[in-house]
Nanobody, 116 residues
Framework: QVQLVESGGGLVQAGASLRLSCAAS????????MGWSRQAPGKQREIVAA???????NYADSVKGRFTFTRDNAKNTVYLQMNSLKPEDTAVYYC??????????WGQGTQVTVSS
């Protein structure tokens, strides 16, 4: 069983920074990719950032230049550094992991609230 545990969410003012963490544990095959998605109230879940096993990172246009996705392979942990936060970044942020067998696992989510 695979577990993804997110942390680091909170309530901040616009312009502030937060760093989200996602630790993966359990039994899974090689990681194909990991990513962060978010879902705001009344909206569909959207992909924020993703990183492949080869290290290629992609970002949604709305966060480019403000968010940075990094990973620590030794700890099976990924991070999302979020700078210059805006009220529209308010959402529940979810970590996900895709393994080489095609299985996708999701964390429980962490709330990020940005006040204006």
């Amino acid at each position: 069983q695979v577990q993804l545990v997110e942390s680091g969410g909170g309530l901040v003012q616009a312009g502030a920074s937060l760093r989200l963490s996602c630790a993966a544990s359990g039994s899974f095959s090689s990681i194909r990719a990991m990513g962060w998605s978010r879902q705001a109230p009344g909206k569909q879940r959207e992909i924020v950032a993703a990183i492949t096993s080869g290290g290629t990172t992609n970002y949604a246009d709305s966060v480019k230049g403000r968010f940075t996705f990094t990973r620590d392979n030794a700890k099976n942990t990924v991070y999302l550094q979020m700078n210059s936060l805006k009220p529209e970044d308010t959402a529940v942020y979810y970590c996900n992991l895709a393994d080489t067998y095609g299985s996708v696992y999701w964390g429980q989510g962490t709330q990020v609230t940005v006040s204006s």
